[in-house]
C-alpha cells in the first residue's frame, strides 16, 4: 500500500515537473501554482485515504488541454499526460486498497498491477512520441474508416474481456 502511494507520488511529481517545464516558456505563474496547489491537495488525499472523485485529475487535464490550446511544447505535455494518467490509475487502485482488509492485499498483486501500468505508460509514451514525430495526412474518409476500424477492434477486445472474467 506504501509502494503505491509513493510511486503515485512520484508520477504526480513527474506530470508536475513536465507541465512546469512546458510553461516555463510563457510568462506568468498562475498556471504552475494552480498545478502545484492542485497536485499538493491530490497527494494529501490520498495520502490520507479519503476518495478523491478524480477532481484533482481534471483540474489537472484542464492545464494540459488549456497548455494544448496554446501551443505549449506538445513532448512535455504528452510526458505530462501520461505520468498524470499513472498517477490517476495509482490513485484509483489505492482507494481500492483501501477498502479491502490490509491482510486481505496480495503483494504479488500490487506489484503486478505497477507492472503492468509502467507497461502501459512506456507504450503510451512510445506510440505518443511516434505520433508527434511523423506526420501522415490522410483524406476524411480514411480517417473514418481507421477509426471505425479501431472501433470495432475496441468493442471486440471489450466483449472478449467480459466473456473470460
Do not use: C
Not at 498483486?109 to 514525430?133: N, S, T
Amino acid at each position: 500500500m506504501k509502494l503505491v502511494r509513493q510511486i503515485f507520488s512520484l508520477s504526480l511529481a513527474l506530470s508536475l515537473v513536465s507541465l512546469t517545464a512546458a510553461f516555463l516558456g510563457k510568462p506568468g505563474w498562475v498556471p504552475i501554482l494552480i498545478g502545484l496547489s492542485i497536485s499538493i491537495q491530490w497527494a494529501f488525499m490520498v495520502w490520507n485515504g479519503r476518495r478523491t472523485l478524480s477532481f484533482s485529475f481534471l483540474g489537472l487535464l484542464a492545464l494540459l488541454v488549456y497548455g494544448a490550446a496554446i501551443y505549449l511544447p506538445a513532448g512535455w505535455l504528452l510526458g505530462s499526460l501520461v505520468m498524470l494518467l499513472v498517477a490517476w490509475d495509482l490513485s484509483e487502485f489505492s482507494e481500492h486498497l483501501v477498502r479491502l482488509d490490509p491482510g486481505r492485499v496480495d503483494s504479488k498483486l500490487v506489484h503486478h498491477h505497477i507492472l503492468r501500468l509502467f507497461y502501459v505508460a512506456g507504450v503510451g509514451l512510445v506510440l505518443g512520441g511516434l505520433a508527434l514525430v511523423i506526420k501522415v495526412r490522410l483524406g476524411f474518409g480514411i480517417a473514418v474508416l481507421l477509426g471505425l476500424s479501431v472501433f470495432v477492434g475496441l468493442a471486440g477486445a471489450v466483449r472478449y474481456l467480459r466473456r473470460s472474467l
